[in-house]
Nanobody, 123 residues
């Protein structure tokens, strides 16, 4: 199971760094994704990173503001979020990709969601 942390309340223009850690097993050989879900909306893709060489993919809405990274030795994936906007407000989740093409944006192709972390951006 994966556990996301690091969320909180921040003003527009501020920054947060989210962490995703695994309990019970390593996920250093898995490609990882960050997703978010706002109230009344479907879960949406945010960012993705490969395990082997750290190739990254981003949703258009966060490209240039967010950065995904990983430390396989620490079994942790990060999401650095800068220039936050009120529309970034959501519960953020991390998950491992288990099928589909690299960088898939389909949440059904991911597993290990765990409990997310709330990010609230005030205007």
């Amino acid at each position: 199971q994966l556990q996301a942390s690091g969320g909180g309340l921040v003003q527009a223009g501020g920054s947060l760094r989210l962490s995703c850690a695994a309990s019970g097993r390593t996920f250093s050989s898995y490609d990882m994704g960050w997703f978010r879900q706002a109230p009344g909306k479907e879960r949406e893709f945010v960012a993705f990173i490969t395990w082997s060489d750290g190739r990254t993919y981003y949703a258009d809405s966060v490209a240039g503001r967010f950065a995904i990274s990983r430390d396989n030795a620490k079994n942790t994936v990060y999401l650095q979020m800068n220039s936050l906007k009120p529309e970034d407000t959501a519960v953020y989740y991390c998950a491992v990709q288990v099928r589909g093409v690299e960088g898939s944006r389909n949440p059904s192709q991911y597993r290990g969601w765990g409990q997310g972390t709330q990010v609230t951006v005030s205007s």
